[in-house]
C-alpha cells in the first residue's frame, strides 16, 4: 500500500509544482487513481512539505511502536472530537471562496504527504488499535477529519458558478472519501485486514483531489 500511497502523492505535488509554476493550465490538469507514476515523479513525494501544510500544527516521527502506547487512546480520542468540531469560515463572495480553496487543497495535499512518510512506523503495528494510538497518527487523522467535517458543512449559499459548484461538489467527493477511508487504513496498514478496500477508496480519494487541485 505504501508505494501506492506514495505514487500517488508524488503525483499530486508534482500537479501542485506545475499548476503554481503555470507549466500547465487546470483545464489539462487530470489523472486516474490508477495511473502510473514514473521513478522521476516518485522522487518528488517529498515536495509535499511546501504545498502550505506549515500550519497543520504537528510534525512526525519515526515512534517505535510499542503495546503500552494503547493507553494514549484516551487523550487521542478528545483530539480528536476538539478537531472535528471547527469549520471554515463561511467567505463574503465566490472570488474568496476560490481562494480559501486553493489554501485548503495544498494543505490537504499536504497531509497525504505526511502519511506516506509516517507510513513505515505504521506498518510495524500489530493491529489497528496500536496504530491510532500513535500521536503522530491520531494528530495526523484528526487533521484530515476536521479538514473532512469542514468541506461537508460548507453551506452552498452564494456559490452560484459552474467553477464555484464544481469545486464544493468535489470537496465533499473528497471528504467523503476521506473519512471512508481513515476507517479502513489502520487496520489495512498494519496487516491485520486486507489492504484491499483501503486501496480502492485511496484510488477514488486521490481521484478527487486531483481534480480539485486541477481548478486552481
Not at 504545498?51 to 516521527?61: D, E, H, I, K, P
Not at 487496520?187 to 486501496?199: K, N
Request: some cysteine; glycine content about 6%; charged content about 20%.
Amino acid at each position: 500500500m505504501r508505494k501506492k500511497l506514495i505514487a500517488l502523492t508524488a503525483a499530486l505535488a508534482l500537479l501542485t509544482a506545475m499548476l503554481l509554476s503555470g507549466c500547465i493550465s487546470p483545464a489539462t490538469a487530470s489523472i486516474s487513481g490508477g495511473d502510473a507514476v514514473s521513478p522521476t515523479q516518485m522522487q518528488t513525494s517529498n515536495a509535499g512539505a511546501g504545498c502550505g501544510g506549515s500550519g497543520s500544527g504537528f510534525s512526525l516521527t519515526d515512534e517505535i511502536p510499542s503495546e503500552e502506547e494503547d493507553g494514549q487512546s484516551g487523550s487521542i480520542d478528545r483530539l480528536t472530537a476538539e478537531m472535528q468540531t471547527a469549520e471554515w469560515e463561511q467567505q463574503p463572495d465566490e472570488a474568496a471562496y476560490m481562494a480559501m480553496m486553493e489554501e485548503k487543497t495544498r494543505l490537504y495535499y499536504d497531509y497525504m504527504a505526511q502519511m506516506a512518510e509516517l507510513e513505515p512506523t505504521l506498518s510495524k503495528y500489530k493491529n489497528a488499535k496500536s496504530v491510532r494510538a500513535n500521536e503522530s497518527y491520531a494528530a495526523l487523522e484528526a487533521a484530515m477529519l476536521q479538514w473532512a467535517n469542514a468541506a461537508l458543512d460548507y453551506p452552498e449559499d452564494g456559490l452560484t458558478s459552474p467553477e464555484a459548484s464544481s469545486v464544493r461538489t468535489l470537496s465533499c467527493l473528497l471528504a467523503d472519501s476521506t473519512v471512508k477511508w481513515l476507517e479502513v487504513y489502520p487496520a489495512a496498514v498494519c496487516g491485520e485486514s486486507s489492504s484491499a478496500e483501503a486501496d480502492a477508496l485511496l484510488d477514488e480519494l486521490m481521484d478527487s483531489a486531483v481534480q480539485l487541485g486541477a481548478h486552481f
